[in-house]
């Protein structure tokens, strides 16, 4: 027991708990069990417990665990034993926990906006049902992306209804789908792998931030870390602005819009010529014209050839487009092809471990049932904001048209009718389900906490509706094969298992479901104690080996060519997502780390343009095109071309709750088809002036040595650390250092411990988990729009952004900057009441109670990372219950700070005091929430005293420097320089 | 015998008699003129809106105000320094100008001296409004608690509250001292229940040999105590800044810099407040253009004293190539900040310099204008300094852009309302003019020159 | 026993006087002045100084050592590490504090000395000394404690030297 990490232990000790709670019984399923009327005997007060469950903020179906106290779910971490994301937690699942604390949750059935019981709430729908077949009317299901048993359940039950199960995702890649059926004849999306890749090359896609799943950014940190494969990968992109991914590109070639297929075709003949490929490709590739295309686009030559020599020479993975990129389709296609004749396919690109897509469907389904309306009897709606996600009146009108609305979701969104029934799902956190999102791994989802509202899970709904209409379901495995699900790589084929009875509880159902299409592909004998650990572990995943497969596609796409006047293209808010996470306060309040923005829609222009137009720092923008206009904030970003503006999706609704109808404006209103990239538009500047409000302060680090470069040649010169980062500006004399007149005072004694945390600033992808993570841990308070324009946002942890280079060269580097937690603190010397010391284990602490607000510490840190509660922000009910029990509030008038989670540091050192240990190094790294949600591995936190420690290594690495080392203040905190490939002298960002 | 008068150059009227001074200096006190009311209700408004603003920031907190992150300390530390800085001149006058033995003093002093602790009184408003939870601002007092706590002594912040409230405490001292033989004339002026007040308020004094023998060994202890402190003040103050490592506030040039700047501030402001007061009170007998002129000549020299500062301080911050201190003096000069800056080196360094010729000097109207440019100059530095060294800090990734808003200003307003609600009391109840010092500058009446002009 | 009050308007008048009182070894008398002349002093004192000033000394030798006590115990006290490694007694940080609390208590001392050396805070000293013009434009003087011929003799004295006004006063028990 002492040698297994804590969380483990609690891990298991809780699982196993639940476990035995959720005993598959039908009669008393376990929402129906209320907390401390008998207290279960898994809970600890004071202790918390852990579930093993399944993300679903976005359809990547990532697992988590969920830190359950005194019965609320009160913290969201990754779930290291699930493949898909061991990495990290992303943002906008860390976010995810709003969802079930949301104040806007229907707190039970609505019949046409009033309060209803379930009965009556079932037997509406049910009365629906039966009267739209009465009068020969369609059924419909129009829902997110789903897959497992609730997938299967709701096919059944339209199959039995004779009614069609539409399925789609606003962001869903089928795009990239239709290419891979159209190149390899293969239905689903290839798997890209970037660690083995020296050269990553994105044609648009985001993939760093909303375009799968946080697996990407521990590849690319991997693929970064001269120390994991040898080589440090090249980063390059072709596309027309820089996404929040791609500002972390080494090379940036400005493709025009709509070119971007032209210059993958180049490169792909040109890389075929130099490896002399000769597969099935090549024939294709006869008649390209490499320099034409690549003029067109508007990249220079050079730099494509420069390109190709690397991809013929190194391991490369070329990532398909995104959605600002105009033709997705033929762009994704000859990335494909590029691929092949850089011979990744089978390398980097994978077949067989992918995303299953089963029964999602494109947006023409969408509309033919939209158009259809008249003939629809009742439209089931499950969790999909139709109204908002599509551009036009089309879904509106449709929603009006139909007989009865019946929305499965917790909060109010564009797409209720006056008339509608709304069932209320539960949360993911208070509902069974599943999903196999990636084939062959099927992810759990058990219940973490009780419901906080009287809701009942879509499944046991489908179940009573089948009861009620009398409708005889299908066998459980029947209906499952009849889904078409992908075949198990392993194991074998399903063994028949005999058709059961369908159970009359979506708990029961589920593990019918699981015996049959999980259980029965392994060799387990046990059922129960198979769903036992399965329920442990989050679930259960066969492991499949990546494959190649065969070229076979027959005609190349259209290069496309240059768009005529100003090309309009939509990207997802790296929380807000599609909108479905507009009403999550986090999503607004955690600033978008490329502009820094907060609460609000902005559009992407470039610094000419904004010249053009006259613009100062607060004005908005009207975009018009022929479908609409908008009034918007803007950005001006050096990395998007002239003819091109890119706008932000996902805020700006009306409908979707308090926090959602707070800012911004819904784009896609402009958008003249269900494409988020092509359009035409024009900007014109706007009167009113904007409501959003940056909070980074300034584009680039004005010449001063904060955010040092080290380049590629350099490392491992030996020089040690500071080796090869210019240290102190102006440099500190050595004769100083060694006549000890450096410090007046020695450096204050740390007995056992020295905490510290090294910040690696070459693998950092600014995907702001880290700060949604400390917001999540610390109760950090949501200030709002106004307060915010006003200077006040609290974050802890700010991901500052410096914006260096410019043109092929972007140079866009990171520093998430925390508490530094100095040992020659400027804070604590100022504070004329003591409120902040520093503590024998290293930490700078603060003590709230002793605080009389005089902010000097504020004034005297150079690295600005205190915050000022101006006011006493509170929480509406219920995100009250939502708050760590061990993180105090902050009032009015107390300065707060970074405490580098010191109630994790107290829980972990009482944890092995116990044992009359110290805290190991392994159940340091990633204690702090920041360091776990980390996707690529930057943070690192440990304790310095302990020499072997990892952030004792990165302590000594040849490219670890304090920032602002010059002040001497013996920061706890090191960051480790960004590698640069470039050949242009940066020392830390120009000047000195 | 001899018998000399300290009268050596002659700025008094020197056939004024003992009793034609005691009369015309007792002549304004109790008298209430309809332009007094009216300035007093002007007063009272201020007040009256100030204290709503003040309520505000004490129920809602200090987010009331124009903060922006990271502008931690804004317009109310700003107006703090510049009201302390007001409180320089009157200690500077009564004290080290006593120990010069410098003549021109004596008519000045008493009114210089209120304005010194009404300033301070209005300046230790502002650590109690500025901090965050105001209601635990005694806690920033040294006094043993059930708590066990005590303050952290080597915080610049610490040291503040020792050097103002020393000061506040010594300036009043020395105030009463001198104040207490003129209590005694009040006393023997008047008649019934005021008498009965100025005679508790001259504690029993009555002139005689031994009363004047401590007194003046006394007064001469207390002037020899407030001159180090006149100097200590405002150095205190200023590490407040200089001990931080902002950059813009990190800089040893701060001490001499402040003390001279509040010197320069204080003399501008006794030169507003003095010339109305003789010229209503028709005191050019007492307090004429020789003093104020010599207040001029004082504002002469530390506002160049000033300028050279502003100067040193870019010149510095160039020549140092440290990237932060030389970008924050860039930035101040043509930053967002450039009309701060500019309104200060016009005010400070610009206009003040017509004082060099003697007519601008003497000239009263040029005088009392010039010196509310000075006035205004003054605060604007601070500001200067306080907003736009914590709006560029280290990191441009946090950079933000501060205004006061209507909250502060509304603070503002309270605070010169204060100010001049006391200083306008102070002129009716109290001798604005040190009737026994200046009788001192009178030739002493002799019975020799009564037989001359009797022959 | 009886006092003699005399009223001067010239302040060369009253030297005289006082020089007079001097000579004849009577020195139980008090003179005021509504302002400070130093040739009183002088005359009466012979410029021996004021002993006010060791209360000063004393107040500002225990304020200095109040003030540096404060700092440091109150620091050792509480042992905590704060402002960027200074040791808890670090001098440096203290000696503002230590001379503040210096000038405070000097301050507080010599007016301490003052009251009491001036016998202050009084109700009435002499009630032949409770007179408007005294604080206004005359100098005074009482003589104390004469019997009744050698106050006679002192009154024309004093008239001799030109007091503008003497008057003998009734008995003054004790």
Same mark, same amino acid.
């Given at each position: 027991?002492?040698?297994?990490?804590?969380?483990?232990?609690?891990?298991?000790?809780?699982?196993?708990?639940?476990?035995?709670?959720?005993?598959?019984?039908?009669?008393?399923?376990?929402?129906?069990?209320?907390?401390? $009327?008998?207290?279960?005997?898994?809970?600890?007060?004071?202790?918390?417990?852990?579930?093993?469950?399944?993300?679903?903020?976005?359809?990547?179906?990532?697992?988590?665990?969920?830190?359950?106290?005194?019965?609320?779910?009160?913290?969201?971490?990754?779930?290291?034993?699930?493949?898909?994301?061991?990495?990290?937690?992303?943002?906008?699942?860390?976010?995810?926990?709003? /969802?079930?604390?949301?104040?806007?949750?229907?707190?039970?059935?609505?019949?046409?906006?009033?309060?209803?019981?379930?009965?009556?709430?079932?037997?509406?729908?049910?009365?629906?049902?039966?009267?739209?077949?009465?009068?020969?009317?369609?059924?419909?299901?129009?829902?997110?992306?789903?897959?497992?048993?609730?997938?299967?359940?709701?096919?059944?039950?339209?199959?039995?209804?004779?009614?069609?199960?539409?399925?789609?995702?606003?962001?869903?890649?089928?795009?990239?789908?239709?290419?891979?059926?159209?190149?390899?004849?293969?239905?689903?999306?290839?798997?890209?792998?970037?660690?083995?890749?020296?050269?990553?090359?994105?044609?648009?896609?985001?993939?760093?931030?909303?375009?799968?799943?946080?697996?990407?950014?521990?590849?690319?940190?991997?693929?970064?870390?001269?120390?994991?494969?040898?080589?440090?990968?090249?980063?390059?992109?072709?596309?027309?602005?820089?996404?929040?991914?791609?500002?972390?590109?080494?090379?940036?070639?400005?493709?025009?819009?709509?070119?971007?297929?032209?210059?993958?075709?180049?490169?792909?003949?040109?890389?075929?010529?130099?490896?002399?490929?000769?597969?099935?490709?090549?024939?294709?590739?006869?008649?390209?014209?490499?320099?034409?295309?690549?003029?067109?686009?508007?990249?220079?030559?050079?730099?494509?050839?420069?390109?190709?020599?690397?991809?013929?020479?190194?391991?490369?993975?070329?990532?398909?487009?995104?959605?600002?990129?105009?033709?997705?389709?033929?762009?994704?296609?000859?990335?494909?092809?590029?691929?092949?004749?850089?011979?990744?396919?089978?390398?980097?690109?994978?077949?067989?471990?992918?995303?299953?897509?089963?029964?999602?469907?494109?947006?023409?389904?969408?509309?033919?049932?939209?158009?259809?309306?008249?003939?629809?009897?009742?439209?089931?709606?499950?969790?999909?904001?139709?109204?908002?996600?599509?551009?036009?009146?089309?879904?509106?009108?449709?929603?009006?048209?139909?007989?009865?609305?019946?929305?499965?979701?917790?909060?109010?969104?564009?797409?209720?009718?006056?008339?509608?029934?709304?069932?209320?799902?539960?949360?993911?956190?208070?509902?069974?389900?599943?999903?196999?999102?990636?084939?062959?791994?099927?992810?759990?989802?058990?219940?973490?906490?009780?419901?906080?509202?009287?809701?009942?899970?879509?499944?046991?709904?489908?179940?009573?509706?089948?009861?009620?209409?009398?409708?005889?379901?299908?066998?459980?495995?029947?209906?499952?094969?009849?889904?078409?699900?992908?075949?198990?790589?392993?194991?074998?084929?399903?063994?028949?298992?005999?058709?059961?009875?369908?159970?009359?509880?979506?708990?029961?159902?589920?593990?019918?479901?699981?015996?049959?299409?999980?259980?029965?592909?392994?060799?387990?004998?046990?059922?129960?104690?198979?769903?036992?650990?399965?329920?442990?572990?989050?679930?259960?995943?066969?492991?499949?080996?990546?494959?190649?497969?065969?070229?076979?596609?027959?005609?190349?796409?259209?290069?496309?060519?240059?768009?005529?006047?100003?090309?309009?293209?939509?990207?997802?808010?790296?929380?807000?997502?599609?909108?479905?996470?507009?009403?999550?306060?986090?999503?607004?309040?955690?600033?978008?780390?490329?502009?820094?923005?907060?609460?609000?829609?902005?559009?992407?222009?470039?610094?000419?343009?904004?010249?053009?137009?006259?613009?100062?720092?607060?004005?908005?923008?009207? &975009?018009?095109?022929?479908?609409?206009?908008?009034?918007?904030?803007?950005?001006?970003?050096?990395?998007?071309?002239?003819?091109?503006?890119?706008?932000?999706?996902?805020?700006?609704?009306?409908?979707?709750?308090?926090?959602?109808?707070?800012?911004?404006?819904?784009?896609?209103?402009?958008?003249?088809?269900?494409?988020? /990239?092509?359009?035409?538009?024009?900007?014109?500047?706007?009167?009113?002036?904007?409501?959003?409000?940056?909070?980074?302060?300034?584009?680039?680090?004005?010449?001063?040595?904060?955010?040092?470069?080290?380049?590629?040649?350099?490392?491992?010169?030996?020089?040690?650390?500071?080796?090869?980062?210019?240290?102190?500006?102006?440099?500190?004399?050595?004769?100083?250092?060694?006549?000890?007149?450096?410090?007046?005072?020695?450096?204050?004694?740390?007995?056992?411990?020295?905490?510290?945390?090294?910040?690696?600033?070459?693998?950092?992808?600014?995907?702001?988990?880290?700060?949604?993570?400390?917001?999540?841990?610390?109760?950090?308070?949501?200030?709002?729009?106004?307060?915010?324009?006003?200077?006040?946002?609290?974050?802890?942890?700010?991901?500052?952004?410096?914006?260096?280079?410019?043109?092929?060269?972007?140079?866009?580097?990171?520093?998430?900057?925390?508490?530094?937690?100095?040992?020659?603190?400027?804070?604590?010397?100022?504070?004329?009441?003591?409120?902040?010391?520093?503590?024998?284990?290293?930490?700078?602490?603060?003590?709230?109670?002793?605080?009389?607000?005089?902010?000097?510490?504020?004034?005297?840190?150079?690295?600005?990372?205190?915050?000022?509660?101006?006011?006493?922000?509170?929480?509406?009910?219920?995100?009250?219950?939502?708050?760590?029990?061990?993180?105090?509030?902050?009032?009015?008038?107390?300065?707060?700070?970074?405490?580098?989670?010191?109630?994790?540091?107290?829980?972990?050192?009482?944890?092995?005091?116990?044992?009359?240990?110290?805290?190991?190094?392994?159940?340091?790294?990633?204690?702090?929430?920041?360091?776990?949600?980390?996707?690529?591995?930057?943070?690192?936190?440990?304790?310095?005293?302990?020499?072997?420690?990892?952030?004792?290594?990165?302590?000594?690495?040849?490219?670890?420097?304090?920032?602002?080392?010059?002040?001497?203040?013996?920061?706890?905190?090191?960051?480790?320089?960004?590698?640069?490939?470039?050949?242009?002298?940066?020392?830390?960002?120009?000047?000195? | 015998?001899?018998?000399?008068?300290?009268?050596?150059?002659?700025?008094?009227?020197?056939?004024?008699?003992?009793?034609?001074?005691?009369?015309?200096?007792?002549?304004?006190?109790?008298?209430?003129?309809?332009?007094?009311?009216?300035?007093?209700?002007?007063?009272?408004?201020?007040?009256?809106?100030?204290?709503?603003?003040?309520?505000?920031?004490?129920?809602?907190?200090?987010?009331?105000?124009?903060?922006?992150?990271?502008?931690?300390?804004?317009?109310?530390?700003?107006?703090?320094?510049?009201?302390?800085?007001?409180?320089?001149?009157?200690? &500077?006058?009564?004290?080290?100008?006593?120990?010069?033995?410098?003549?021109?003093?004596?008519?000045?002093?008493?009114?210089?001296?209120?304005?010194?602790?009404?300033?301070?009184?209005?300046?230790?408003?502002?650590?109690?409004?500025?901090?965050?939870?105001?209601?635990?601002?005694?806690?920033?007092?040294?006094?043993?608690?059930?708590?066990?706590?005590?303050?952290?002594?080597?915080?610049?912040?610490?040291?503040?509250?020792?050097?103002?409230?020393?000061?506040?405490?010594?300036?009043?001292?020395?105030?009463?001292?001198?104040?207490?033989?003129?209590?005694?004339?009040?006393?023997?002026?008047?008649?019934?229940?005021?008498?009965?007040?100025?005679?508790?308020?001259?504690?029993?004094?009555?002139?005689?040999?031994?009363?004047?023998?401590?007194?003046?060994?006394?007064?001469?202890?207390?002037?020899?105590? /407030?001159?180090?402190?006149?100097?200590?003040?405002?150095?205190?103050?200023?590490?407040?800044?200089?001990?931080?490592?902002?950059?813009?506030?990190?800089?040893? &040039?701060? %001490?001499?810099?402040?003390?001279?700047?509040?010197?320069?501030?204080?003399?501008?402001?006794?030169?507003?407040?003095?010339?109305?007061?003789?010229?209503?009170?028709?005191?050019?007998?007492?307090?004429?253009?020789?003093?104020?002129?010599?207040?001029?000549?004082?504002?002469?020299?530390?506002?160049?004293?000033?300028?050279?500062?502003?100067?040193?301080?870019?010149?510095?911050?160039?020549?140092?190539?440290?990237?932060?201190?030389?970008?924050?003096?860039?930035?101040?000069?043509?930053?967002?900040?450039?009309?701060?800056?500019?309104?200060?080196?016009?005010?400070?360094?610009?206009?003040?310099?017509?004082?060099?010729?003697?007519?601008?000097?003497?000239?009263?109207?040029?005088?009392?204008? $010039?010196?509310?440019?000075?006035?205004?100059?003054?605060?604007?530095?601070?500001?200067?300094?306080?907003?736009?060294?914590?709006?560029?800090?280290?990191?441009?990734?946090?950079?933000?852009?501060?205004?006061?808003?209507?909250?502060?200003?509304?603070?503002?307003?309270?605070?010169?309302?204060?100010?001049?609600?006391?200083?306008?009391?102070?002129?009716?109840?109290?001798?604005?003019?040190?009737?026994?010092?200046?009788?001192?500058?009178?030739? %002493?009446? &002799?019975?020799?020159?009564?037989?001359?002009?009797?022959? | 026993?009886?006092?003699?009050?005399?009223?001067?308007?010239?302040?060369?008048?009253?030297?005289?006087?006082?020089?007079?009182?001097?000579?004849?070894?009577?020195?139980?008398?008090? $003179?005021?002045?509504?302002?400070?002349?130093?040739?009183?002093?002088?005359?009466?004192?012979?410029?021996?100084?004021?002993?006010?000033?060791?209360?000063?000394?004393?107040?500002?030798?225990?304020?200095?050592?109040?003030?540096?006590?404060?700092?440091?115990?109150?620091?050792?006290?509480?042992?905590?590490?704060?402002?960027?490694?200074?040791?808890?007694?670090?001098?440096?940080?203290?000696?503002?504090?230590?001379?503040?609390?210096?000038?405070?208590?000097?301050?507080?001392?010599?007016?301490?000395?003052?009251?009491?050396?001036?016998?202050?805070?009084?109700?009435?000293?002499?009630?032949?000394?409770?007179?408007?013009?005294?604080?206004?434009?005359?100098?005074?003087?009482?003589?104390?404690?004469?019997?009744?011929?050698?106050?006679?003799?002192?009154?024309?004295?004093?008239?001799?030297?030109?007091?503008?006004?003497?008057?003998?006063?009734?008995?003054?028990?004790?």
């Amino acid at each position: 027991m002492a040698d297994i990490n804590r969380r483990d232990f609690l891990k298991v000790l809780g699982i196993s708990g639940t476990a035995s709670a959720c005993s598959i019984d039908p009669v008393t399923p376990i929402e129906q069990v209320l907390p401390y $009327v008998v207290t279960p005997d898994q809970i600890v007060p004071g202790i918390a417990t852990w579930f093993a469950t399944q993300c679903t903020a976005c359809s990547e179906g990532c697992g988590v665990l969920a830190k359950n106290r005194e019965g609320r779910v009160v913290m969201l971490e990754r779930n290291p034993e699930h493949p898909t994301n061991k990495g990290s937690l992303c943002a906008m699942g860390i976010a995810d926990l709003q /969802a079930t604390y949301s104040p806007d949750r229907f707190e039970g059935p609505m019949i046409a906006g009033r309060r209803a019981t379930w009965d009556q709430g079932m037997e509406a729908t049910i009365a629906a049902v039966k009267a739209a077949k009465a009068n020969g009317k369609r059924v419909a299901w129009l829902g997110k992306h789903r897959t497992g048993a609730t997938a299967a359940l709701a096919n059944d039950v339209m199959g039995a209804l004779g009614g069609e199960t539409i399925r789609w995702e606003p962001l869903g890649k089928q795009a990239l789908r239709k290419a891979t059926k159209a190149v390899f004849g293969i239905d689903g999306i290839p798997t890209y792998t970037l660690d083995q890749a020296e050269t990553v090359l994105s044609f648009g896609a985001d993939f760093l931030s909303t375009w799968g799943t946080p697996e990407h950014n521990r590849h690319y940190g991997l693929g970064r870390d001269p120390d994991h494969c040898g080589f440090i990968a090249q980063f390059w992109s072709v596309e027309p602005r820089l996404s929040n991914t791609s500002v972390n590109v080494d090379i940036h070639l400005s493709a025009a819009p709509g070119t971007e297929a032209g210059v993958a075709l180049a490169l792909a003949k040109l890389v075929a010529e130099k490896r002399a490929y000769s597969g099935p490709a090549s024939a294709l590739l006869q008649g390209i014209d490499a320099e034409a295309l690549v003029a067109a686009s508007g990249v220079r030559m050079e730099r494509i050839v420069e390109l190709a020599d690397r991809m013929a020479s190194h391991v490369s993975v070329v990532m398909p487009g995104g959605t600002t990129t105009v033709n997705e389709v033929d762009v994704a296609i000859a990335t494909l092809v590029l691929n092949e004749v850089a011979g990744n396919v089978g390398e980097t690109v994978t077949f067989g471990q992918d995303s299953n897509l089963a029964g999602l469907h494109d947006y023409e389904d969408v509309a033919a049932v939209l158009a259809d309306a008249e003939n629809i009897g009742v439209l089931f709606l499950d969790e999909l904001d139709i109204a908002y996600t599509t551009p036009g009146t089309a879904a509106n009108d449709a929603l009006l048209a139909v007989g009865q609305l019946i929305a499965f979701q917790n909060e109010p969104s564009e797409s209720l009718t006056d008339t509608a029934i709304v069932l209320p799902p539960g949360t993911t956190l208070e509902t069974w389900g599943d999903n196999e999102a990636v084939h062959g791994r099927h992810t759990l989802q058990q219940p973490a906490m009780t419901s906080l509202h009287d809701t009942r899970c879509t499944g046991d709904v489908l179940l009573e509706l089948a009861k009620g209409l009398g409708i005889e379901l299908p066998a459980v495995t029947a209906s499952v094969r009849a889904e078409g699900d992908g075949e198990a790589i392993d194991g074998g084929p399903a063994e028949a298992v005999e058709p059961a009875p369908t159970p009359d509880s979506f708990l029961a159902y589920l593990a019918e479901w699981w015996k049959a299409n999980v259980f029965a592909k392994t060799d387990e004998t046990d059922f129960d104690a198979f769903w036992r650990t399965s329920v442990q572990t989050g679930g259960h995943f066969f492991s499949r080996l990546g494959k190649g497969a065969d070229f076979g596609l027959e005609a190349l796409p259209s290069a496309g060519a240059a768009q005529e006047g100003l090309t309009l293209g939509l990207f997802p808010h790296h929380m807000t997502f599609d909108g479905r996470h507009a009403n999550r306060p986090w999503a607004h309040e955690v600033p978008e780390p490329v502009t820094g923005y907060v609460w609000g829609t902005w559009a992407e222009i470039s610094p000419k343009m904004e010249a053009d137009l006259g613009l100062e720092e607060d004005d908005t923008i009207t &975009l018009t095109t022929s479908a609409g206009s908008v009034e918007v904030a803007y950005f001006a970003s050096p990395g998007i071309r002239d003819d091109m503006v890119a706008v932000v999706m996902g805020n700006g609704h009306d409908g979707g709750g308090r926090y959602a109808d707070l800012t911004g404006a819904n784009p896609v209103q402009l958008l003249t088809g269900m494409k988020y /990239a092509g359009d035409t538009v024009t900007v014109a500047k706007a009167s009113k002036t904007t409501t959003i409000s940056s909070r980074l302060g300034n584009l680039t680090q004005d010449n001063r040595p904060i955010n040092y470069i080290v380049k590629a040649k350099d490392i491992g010169s030996g020089k040690g650390p500071g080796g090869i980062v210019n240290l102190h500006h102006p440099p500190i004399d050595e004769r100083l250092t060694q006549a000890g007149l450096l410090d007046m005072y020695p450096e204050p004694e740390h007995p056992t411990y020295r905490f510290a945390m090294a910040v690696d600033l070459n693998s950092c992808t600014g995907c702001a988990a880290c700060q949604v993570a400390c917001y999540s841990e610390n109760n950090i308070a949501v200030v709002g729009p106004e307060q915010n324009r006003r200077g006040r946002n609290m974050g802890w942890l700010r991901l500052s952004r410096y914006w260096e280079g410019s043109g092929e060269e972007p140079d866009v580097r990171w520093q998430p900057v925390m508490c530094q937690h100095c040992s020659h603190a400027p804070c604590e010397g100022v504070c004329p009441v003591l409120a902040t010391y520093h503590n024998l284990d290293g930490l700078n602490a603060m003590i709230y109670n002793r605080c009389v607000g005089t902010r000097y510490c504020a004034n005297n840190c150079p690295y600005s990372a205190r915050r000022f509660n101006y006011h006493t922000y509170d929480w509406p009910e219920p995100f009250l219950m939502m708050l760590n029990p061990e993180v105090n509030n902050r009032t009015m008038g107390v300065m707060e700070k970074c405490t580098f989670c010191i109630q994790r540091i107290r829980e972990a050192k009482s944890d092995y005091r116990d044992h009359g240990q110290l805290v190991p190094d392994e159940a340091l790294t990633k204690l702090l929430p920041c360091a776990s949600a980390c996707g690529s591995d930057s943070i690192t936190f440990g304790n310095l005293k302990d020499p072997d420690s990892q952030v004792s290594e990165k302590f000594q690495s040849e490219r670890a420097y304090a920032m602002l080392s010059e002040l001497n203040t013996k920061p706890g905190v090191r960051y480790l320089a960004r590698i640069s490939h470039s050949e242009k002298d940066y020392g830390h960002g120009g000047g000195h | 015998m001899e018998y000399p008068s300290n009268n050596a150059e002659a700025m008094v009227d020197t056939e004024l008699s003992y009793r034609q001074v005691t009369t015309d200096v007792l002549e304004p006190l109790f008298k209430f003129s309809k332009a007094y009311w009216a300035g007093l209700t002007l007063v009272l408004l201020g007040l009256a809106y100030g204290g709503f603003c003040i309520i505000q920031q004490l129920v809602w907190g200090l987010g009331v105000a124009g903060y922006s992150q990271p502008v931690f300390w804004g317009l109310y530390i700003t107006t703090f320094v510049f009201w302390v800085g007001i409180g320089h001149a009157g200690t &500077l006058i009564s004290a080290v100008l006593f120990l010069f033995r410098s003549k021109w003093r004596t008519g000045v002093y008493r009114a210089a001296e209120a304005m010194t602790i009404f300033a301070v009184m209005t300046a230790a408003l502002f650590p109690a409004l500025h901090v965050g939870r105001m209601w635990n601002a005694y806690w920033l007092f040294p006094y043993p608690n059930q708590r066990q706590l005590w303050q952290n002594f080597k915080s610049p912040l610490m040291w503040d509250v020792f050097a103002v409230s020393t000061y506040f405490t010594v300036s009043t001292i020395f105030f009463y001292i001198g104040l207490i033989p003129d209590f005694a004339a009040i006393r023997d002026r008047t008649r019934g229940a005021i008498s009965k007040v100025y005679a508790g308020l001259a504690i029993g004094w009555r002139g005689t040999d031994r009363q004047w023998r401590h007194y003046m060994a006394a007064y001469g202890f207390f002037a020899a105590f /407030a001159t180090p402190l006149v100097l200590s003040v405002h150095s205190v103050v200023s590490w407040d800044f200089a001990m931080a490592q902002t950059a813009g506030w990190h800089s040893t &040039l701060f %001490p001499p810099y402040f003390v001279a700047g509040a010197i320069f501030s204080g003399c501008a402001m006794v030169i507003t407040l003095l010339m109305p007061l003789s010229v209503i009170f028709k005191w050019d007998k007492y307090i004429n253009e020789w003093h104020f002129e010599h207040l001029a000549k004082m504002c002469l020299l530390t506002g160049a004293i000033l300028t050279y500062a502003y100067v040193m301080e870019h010149f510095i911050a160039w020549y140092s190539d440290n990237p932060y201190e030389w970008g924050i003096f860039k930035y101040r000069a043509v930053g967002d900040y450039w009309w701060v800056f500019w309104i200060m080196v016009v005010c400070n360094c610009v206009i003040p310099l017509v004082w060099w010729w003697k007519k601008a000097r003497t000239n009263y109207w040029c005088l009392w204008i $010039v010196s509310i440019f000075i006035n205004i100059g003054m605060w604007f530095e601070r500001f200067n300094i306080i907003a736009s060294s914590l709006a560029h800090q280290f990191d441009p990734a946090a950079w933000t852009y501060y205004l006061p808003n209507y909250i502060e200003i509304g603070v503002l307003i309270f605070s010169f309302a204060w100010f001049f609600l006391w200083f306008l009391l102070f002129v009716k109840v109290m001798p604005s003019v040190a009737i026994a010092e200046v009788k001192e500058l009178l030739p %002493p009446p &002799l019975r020799t020159d009564a037989k001359e002009a009797a022959k | 026993m009886s006092n003699v009050k005399a009223i001067f308007s010239h302040l060369d008048s009253l030297i005289d006087a006082i020089d007079e009182l001097k000579s004849s070894g009577h020195t139980d008398f008090a $003179v005021t002045a509504p302002l400070p002349r130093h040739e009183i002093e002088e005359l009466i004192y012979e410029g021996q100084p004021s002993p006010v000033r060791w209360f000063t000394l004393t107040g500002a030798l225990f304020g200095g050592i109040m003030g540096f006590a404060l700092c440091s115990i109150t620091h050792l006290n509480w042992p905590m590490i704060i402002p960027a490694g200074k040791p808890l007694v670090s001098i440096p940080a203290f000696i503002v504090i230590t001379f503040e609390s210096t000038v405070l208590w000097g301050c507080m001392f010599t007016l301490a000395g003052l009251l009491y050396h001036c016998r202050l805070p009084a109700k009435d000293m002499d009630p032949e000394l409770e007179d408007p013009r005294l604080s206004d434009d005359v100098f005074g003087m009482v003589v104390r404690n004469l019997d009744s011929e050698r106050a006679a003799e002192m009154k024309s004295i004093l008239d001799g030297h030109g007091a503008i006004e003497t008057s003998i006063t009734g008995v003054r028990l004790a």
